[in-house]
């Protein structure tokens, strides 16, 4: 009898409330993690799970087809109480419930108060999870959940800060979207060229991210203050600045550029278009992030599957992205001197195609959705990633 009870049990479908604040219809890493997480979850609820997906910020009608299906996804257009109140109503029909974000931590206290049977799974990014948390938080992490961090630098900040124990922590890397095509041609786009008025000779150094004032710790302003040192091996070097640019953030940086005469050799190109995205990471002669905030960066990754040459910083999450050096070059984002000494190394040495393409293929290897989607469902099957009140 208790055989047959506990075949039942491992026969019957899990039920997966997956909970976000914006997974569509905002731009930025967390939403593409998102996105690819809806897929993942999609795939395997074909057969093994059952799935629906809840978004605050979104509305129904954003949902991306080709990630998930739209009857399994609703979006509540920023309603807060709406959209707590169909979560706990859901919750009690689901066996794992998924948040995509600390800030939804509100949202499952009172759903393991009144199931605590229920798994709760949590996403850890970065800065938002490194941040001071309230003690609530920090205890609930501690004794009601799982957290699946996407990387060991975030892995590592919560047990250091949190003190949250390793065991109730799993690191789930971030993947290449499934539909980021995979470039076979490495040339300078020539549309992209004429564009942004370069030549297809000019050596050129790309970052894309978001250029705000919260945002100066992704290292454009020390790359910025190391141009001036390059421009008389490289006459004709430029550094192009991609992503959604606030205007203030806009307006410091070109009269940062204007004192250091470097009109002709920084360009913001503001925010790339889904479309263009491959094509300007195929402009750069080198991707360089010397970031102290990344909890991943997913555009390391990206920029390695173009086969591009890296440079990084080593005080963050980008050491994940990177594979800790097998797929750039990782220094001290503060060192402005050994900044600009790799540059000129890079760009005097450039990569033969074979070496372009070792990159894109041990990034693709290792940082493939496949790879990713079995490990979410090792972790979703795995027993042990149920922890009770």
Aim: proline residues 4%; glycine residues 4%; contains cysteine.
């Amino acid at each position: 009898m208790i055989a047959q009870m506990e075949k039942v049990k491992n026969t019957q479908k899990d039920k997966i409330l997956f909970l976000t604040l914006s997974t569509f219809s905002q731009t930025g890493g967390i939403q593409k993690v998102c996105r690819t997480m809806c897929k993942t979850l999609s795939d395997c609820a074909a057969k093994e799970m059952d799935l629906q997906v809840l978004s605050l910020c979104d509305h129904t009608k954003d949902v991306d087809k080709r990630y998930l299906h739209p009857c399994r996804f609703k979006g509540f257009g920023y309603h807060k109480f709406s959209f707590a109140i169909e979560a706990i109503k859901r919750s009690f029909g689901s066996t794992i419930i998924l948040i995509s974000h600390v800030n939804l931590l509100s949202i499952v206290l009172p759903i393991k108060l009144l199931k605590p049977s229920t798994r709760i799974i949590m996403l850890a990014h970065g800065i938002e999870i490194w941040r001071n948390l309230p003690f609530w938080k920090c205890i609930f992490m501690r004794k009601s959940m799982r957290i699946w961090s996407v990387s060991n630098y975030t892995a590592e900040q919560l047990i250091k800060k949190h003190h949250i124990a390793p065991e109730r922590l799993n690191v789930v890397q971030n993947c290449i979207d499934p539909f980021f095509p995979i470039p076979r041609n490495f040339n300078k786009p020539k549309y992209l060229l004429e564009k942004h008025n370069l030549t297809a000779t000019q050596p050129l150094l790309l970052v894309i991210t978001r250029v705000t004032a919260n945002e100066q710790m992704k290292g454009y302003n020390q790359v910025i203050a190391c141009l001036a040192g390059l421009l008389e091996e490289f006459p004709g070097l430029c550094y192009l600045i991609g992503g959604a640019t606030t205007a203030d953030e806009a307006a410091r940086l070109n009269q940062l550029i204007v004192k250091n005469n470097l009109q002709n050799h920084v360009k913001l190109i503001g925010f790339i278009p889904d479309k263009e995205l491959i094509d300007h990471y195929l402009l750069a002669d080198i991707f360089i992030l010397i970031s102290r905030k990344e909890g991943f960066g997913l555009v390391l990754m990206e920029a390695a599957a173009c086969g591009r040459p890296i440079i990084c910083g080593d005080l963050d999450g980008s050491r994940d992205a990177v594979l800790n050096g097998k797929l750039g070059t990782l220094l001290d984002p503060q060192n402005v001197n050994l900044v600009q000494k790799t540059i000129r190394e890079i760009l005097r040495n450039k990569n033969s195609l074979n070496e372009v393409m070792t990159i894109q293929q041990r990034c693709i290897k290792h940082f493939n959705y496949t790879r990713y989607q079995q490990k979410v469902k090792q972790l979703l099957n795995n027993p042990k990633s149920e922890i009770r009140r």
